[in-house]
């Protein structure tokens, strides 16, 4: 199974930057990157470089709403940035020891017995093995520290 690692997609980035809203209907939050690497944008899956505007905001990565579709806080490039295509390794901003993935079904709730915290080497052997299930649709990764959204893994076209 050959998975890839996707940014938020560009329709969703483009209508927080145009309503400046979080998914609360809440304000997005503004700032300057204090230092190089400190703050993962979901949009391109790059670091804000230091000194540049970013977005802070609450973000519920679901079209749908049930007790499965978590909201947490996020980072976006301000202005917008350019998507990353979907690749089939991690992005390089995650440069924690472990993380959390966790299996979703196709109507956005989780799949129980899927969620772990896997060591960063291991992402992507653990996302394939989720998603090699005929019951898993996505898998979300997710800090492991603050349990914030990182970026879903798809099975790769």
Not at 28 to 57: D, I
Not at 122 to 141: C, E, K, N, P
């Amino acid at each position: 199974m050959r998975v890839e690692f996707h940014g938020l997609p560009s329709p969703d980035v483009e209508a927080i930057h145009r309503s400046g809203l979080d998914s609360y209907g809440d304000p997005v939050e503004r700032h300057a990157s204090a230092e190089e690497g400190s703050m993962p944008c979901r949009h391109c899956l790059r670091n804000v470089p230091a000194g540049q505007p970013y977005l802070a905001l609450a973000h519920r990565p679901f079209r749908t709403r049930n007790p499965f579709t978590e909201t947490g806080p996020i980072y976006l490039c301000d202005p917008g940035c350019t998507p990353v295509p979907p690749a089939s390794e991690p992005p390089a901003f995650l440069n924690a020891p472990q993380y959390i993935l966790r299996g979703y079904s196709a109507d956005e709730r989780i799949v129980y017995g899927t969620g772990a915290v896997i060591p960063r080497d291991q992402l992507t052997r653990y996302a394939a093995q989720l998603l090699d299930r005929g019951d898993i649709a996505f898998v979300d990764l997710r800090s492991a520290s603050n349990n914030c959204f990182l970026c879903r893994i798809h099975r790769a076209a």
